[in-house]
């Protein structure tokens, strides 16, 4: 007697958490904006409720997707599936529910929920790549329990009244999660673009000259750590001027202009080219040539964050699912949609738009994106896979 498989939903951690993360991001951002707006206060949300629940929240649910996922490919281990994805799962809504009761609830039970999912993702993450002896990927292990570690400190800061600390805490956040943009990124836009250009018949780009990885992801490495020991702002906008830099060198030697007719790669060009743009923009606000921050804040966050996310989601959802590695009909909508919030969330941010109007447009354009991607991409995460086979 075989036994039984585990329901769709729950056979491979990106199906779950793809499709939160598209409902979740799509909904928070609405009533988050509502709230701004003075349309509707569901709670007493504070000023950095936000940036926590994008971070910490959306994006989280969408790393531990994909990562999980990644890891049975590197390590041959089994997939996290069934009753423990389940639980899993119920970590971060636990966490969701908790973020939404602040005020209604002791500040520490909030943090004390909120923080367990992160810290129970870091913990099987570098459980499995250990016993697996994973040595090249067991660095994305740290960089979790670092996530995990500026989620607690975001909550210390809030909790006891501490502001600066909560905007270290998101500083952190941004930054670690820019680290695991860099590494996954860089392992699969040339990939998958070099392979695309093979079966067309084409050449594939040279290999990147060996020094471009190590600077690129270790000058935001060293930003990182410097922004958090709290180095002089002009020091800060060096190491930013050196890593955008760096990784618009990186992004060039990929040549993503010869892969831009296939929207699955050329959106991750896109989204890298995003990161460039975040790490000068942070750079001239370091040297005082800007004066909002909101600027490189939502390059990074609506930008390449988003454009990211959904990339990564479109493709693995149907290579994962035993489908064509292509768009699936009316989906290059979902990229249109994310790519226009990031544009009008930047100009809102210069001053080029007014802005209760560019937030306003920002958020639904945001919120359209994701929510297209749960109609359209949703089916096949709640359906077994065509061809029988387990995932």
């Known amino acids: ?76 281990a089994a997939p996290l599936a069934g009753r423990p994805l389940a639980l899993l799962v119920g970590l971060w809504l ?9 005020g209604l609830l002791p500040y520490v039970l909030v943090a004390l929920v909120d923080s367990a999912f992160l810290l129970v993702l870091s913990a099987y993450v570098a459980r499995v790549l250990l016993r697996a002896g994973s040595r090249r990927n067991i660095g994305l292990a740290v ?8 989620n607690i400190l975001m909550h210390v800061g809030e909790g006891r009244g ?30 998958f673009s070099a392979n695309w250009l093979r079966a067309q018949g084409r050449e594939a780009p040279a290999a990147p000259r060996q020094w471009h990885t190590p600077l690129a992801v270790g000058s935001v490495a060293a930003l990182a750590l410097g922004s958090l020991c709290g180095l002089p702002a002009v020091a800060l906008g060096a190491l930013a001027l050196l890593a955008a830099l760096a990784n618009a060198l990186r992004l060039a030697a990929w040549a993503g202009w010869r892969v831009w007719r296939e929207p699955l790669l050329g959106v991750l060009h896109l989204g890298y080219a995003f990161i460039v743009l975040a790490l000068a923009a942070r750079a001239l ?25 959904v990339g990564v989601m479109t493709r693995v959802s149907v290579g994962h699912t035993g489908r064509p ?4 009909p009316g989906a ?31 958020a639904l354009a945001w919120a359209a994106g994701l929510l297209l991607f749960g109609v359209l991409y949703g089916p096949l995460l709640l359906r077994p896979r065509p061809d029988g086979k387990p995932g």
Request: without cysteine.
């Open 162 to 191: 501490m502001p600066g600390l909560s905007q270290a805490a998101r500083t952190l956040g941004l930054d670690v999660i820019t680290l695991l943009m860099l590494i996954i990124a860089g392992r699969i836009t040339p990939a």
């Open 143 to 150: 960089v979790l329990a670092v996530l995990a570690l500026g």
């Open 94 to 102: 636990l966490g969701r529910a908790a973020m939404w009761s602040v």
């Open 332 to 362: 290059i909508a979902i990229y249109f949609a994310i790519i226009a919030a990031a544009v009008l969330r930047l100009a809102t941010a210069s001053g080029m738009l007014p802005y209760t109007t560019g937030l306003l447009f920002s």
């Open 1 to 76: 007697m075989q036994p039984s498989r585990p329901l769709p939903l729950l056979a491979f951690a990106f199906r779950p958490f793809f499709l939160l993360a598209a409902l979740y991001g799509a909904v928070s951002i609405l009533l988050w904006v509502a709230y701004l707006l003075q349309i509707a206060a569901p709670v007493p949300l504070s000023s950095q409720w936000h940036a926590h629940e994008m971070l910490y929240g959306f994006v989280a649910a969408a790393i531990a997707g994909f990562l999980l996922t990644a890891i049975t490919n590197w390590t041959g």
């Open 325 to 328: 590695l292509q768009l699936l």
């Open 285 to 309: 606000f370091l040297f005082g040539l800007l004066a909002n921050p909101s600027l490189w804040y939502h390059a990074l966050g609506v930008g390449a964050m988003g454009t990211l996310i």
